[in-house]
């Protein structure tokens, strides 16, 4: 699995060298309209494709947020790679969100699953089943398998995943990232229960969202 840099993902360089580029270009000619939004799209973009660093919690028996955003769903789902039902944690992103997306355990990928689809807002539930999205499998140290779905979103186009099947992954290391406003959702193993509540914010990385019962 590759790293990306530690302060910025190295897909973001193009359109933030573009935008680049343009404000200067429009800053020379004089035309200070063009110029003053050409900065303004690279401020955003710089700050959208910034990847800082996370203090991971090493307690045992916890996993941690995918994803930087808001709790939207505590409940139950059906797992899209198990088929079984299982307590799902739903975290989305808006376009302010940090978007390098987290391992929520340390494990191995077992498995993963592509589906095409629309790109209605993710922040509605059936997003989860009608929009584009990638389900990556992880299998933790104890044998126990847990289901992470980027699902892209109104404005997202593109999710990109670093991992590869086979992978080792530790907990809180980068697995991918998805463009532009989105949503991950975390499906439970059994003998978890989540440590988050709807309405709750969440750091990828660093934000504990599920415990081991008992």
């Known amino acids: ?40 799209a690279l401020a955003l973009l710089v700050n959208f494709f910034r990847d800082p660093e996370r203090f991971v919690p090493g307690d045992a028996g916890v996993a941690v947020a995918p994803a930087d955003g808001r709790i939207i769903k505590v409940g139950t789902a059906t797992d899209p790679l198990s088929g079984e039902e299982r307590t799902v944690v739903c975290i989305f992103m808006n376009l302010f969100n940090v978007h390098v997306n987290r391992a929520c355990v340390a494990g191995t990928v077992e498995n993963m699953r ?15 089943q009608d929009n584009e999205r990638l389900a990556v499998r992880v299998v933790d140290e104890e044998g126990a398998g847990w289901t992470m779905v980027q ?17 080792k ?46």
Do not use: C, H
């Open 1 to 40: 699995m590759r790293t990306p840099s530690i302060s910025l993902t190295p897909e973001g360089w193009p359109s933030i060298i573009l935008a680049a580029t343009a404000t200067v270009t429009f800053a020379l000619l004089d035309w200070p309209v063009l110029a003053v939004l050409a900065l303004i």
């Open 114 to 128: 592509y589906w095409e689809g629309k790109f209605i807002n993710a922040s509605f539930d059936k997003a989860s």
């Open 151 to 167: 699902i892209a979103g109104l404005v997202a186009r593109r999710i990109i995943l670093w991992a590869e099947k086979g992978d």
């Open 169 to 214: 992954v530790n907990r809180g290391q980068r697995y991918g990232m998805i463009k532009f406003g989105s949503r991950v959702d975390v499906y439970l193993p059994v003998g978890y229960q989540p440590a988050v509540t709807v309405g709750g914010r969440t750091a990828a990385g660093q934000t504990v969202i599920a415990r081991k019962a008992g």
